[in-house]
């Protein structure tokens, strides 16, 4: 069911990529940046006019689970991150949202990601519940979908005030799907040039992309512009259809970007114990009778094996963050041969364990 994408000079086979995933996950994991620096440098108080504050820093991190780098920001993340759609994207659910995020730093995670969009703005909002108190203690990404300079620094302001914040740590452009926005991004007038200047102004630390869609735009974007992180969708089932793993991570690894993965278990769709609902109340492009054939820590256990730097994942109640930190903490790299049978069971369930992708190439 693999579709090509054009450019086999970035397509790796099977044993070429994944034969080289423990080497790199190791280079992720080599840092210069030391947990005792990040320490030295979490209790300074006041910025250089221009600049961000200091990375921020989790003390609890590095004895909750393994850390890597973030590609050459210099900052230390651990494997697992939080991912504020789920629960946290829910108007009304102030409670627990906090409760989820309170935890979810109590346990050691250190990097949060949220959008403008998430919730009509109640994961942001939710988000600045939390962070307005333990602001040093998070790594706060978020996102804009404008693709305009004036429409993205609208949102930029929306979201600090939001999350009562005065910079982020790393704004991404939302959901690159097509090539024209490529270009619209780079336009003279284009959001690319708000992020410049985000970034060169201090609001900003880092300036990322993210996508689910199409790898070809991706790589597009990441080869013609120049940005620090990029949150791409990778699971088990990846590799079946216009595979980010082959196509698009090995140019991110090139440029040593920070890399996140996303979609871990497509919102449960994955997972053998979600029951779908009934067909006529799922969306159509969702729609499936099918459970899921893994498990979420089969799930984590493949990503948290590919060399990317961490993996948000959303969560409905604290149990779920409590149970993801403990896959975290418990990690063992899989081999290649334990990542290829994880990969055969979700065959059945590709269209639902990909339904981001792009389904209109007739496969």
């Known amino acids: 069911m693999k579709t090509p994408v054009s450019n086999s000079d970035t397509t790796y086979s099977r044993r070429e990529f994944l034969g080289t995933t423990l080497a790199a996950s190791m280079a992720i994991a080599a840092s210069p940046t030391t947990t005792s620096r990040a320490k030295e440098t979490a209790g300074t108080t006041a910025a250089p006019k221009g600049k961000p504050p200091p990375l921020p820093f989790n003390p609890r991190t590095a004895a909750a689970m393994p850390m890597r780098n973030l590609g050459k920001t210099g900052f230390r993340v651990g494997i697992f991150s939080l991912g504020c759609q789920a629960a946290i994207e829910i108007k009304g659910n102030e409670k627990l949202s906090v409760e989820i995020m309170n935890r979810a730093l109590d346990l050691g995670v250190n990097y949060f990601d949220t959008s403008n969009v998430y919730g009509e703005g109640a994961s942001e909002e939710h988000v600045g519940l939390v962070v307005r108190d333990r602001r040093r203690e998070v790594f706060l990404a978020s996102k804009t979908g404008k693709r305009d300079y004036d429409g993205a620094m609208v949102h930029l302001e929306t979201s600090f005030k939001r999350m009562h914040t005065d910079h982020l740590d790393l704004w991404q452009i939302h959901n690159l799907q097509k090539m024209a926005e490529v270009a619209r991004l780079l336009a003279p007038d284009g959001a690319l040039k708000a ?34 992180c990029i949150l791409m969708a990778v699971n088990a089932a990846d590799r079946h259809y216009l595979s980010f793993i082959d196509h698009l991570l090995p140019v991110a690894l090139e440029k040593q970007m920070g890399i996140i993965g996303m979609k871990v278990a497509t919102r449960g769709r994955m997972l053998s114990t979600w029951k779908p609902d009934p067909l006529e109340q799922q969306p159509e492009r969702m729609r499936t009778a099918k459970p899921g054939t893994i498990t979420m820590a089969e799930s984590l256990a493949y990503n948290f094996s590919l060399p990317v730097s961490t993996n948000i994942v959303g969560v409905d109640n604290v149990a779920q963050i409590e149970e993801n930190v403990k896959c975290a903490a418990n990690f063992v790299p899989m081999s290649l041969e334990q990542m290829r049978t994880l990969e055969e069971r979700t065959l059945p369930i590709v269209r639902q364990a990909l339904y981001f992708r792009r389904w209109d190439l007739g496969a």
């Open 195 to 228: 992020f410049q200047k985000a970034k060169s102004e201090g609001l900003v630390r880092f300036i990322g992309v993210t996508g689910h869609f199409d790898p070809e735009v991706l790589r597009e974007m990441i080869k013609r512009a120049e940005l620090d």
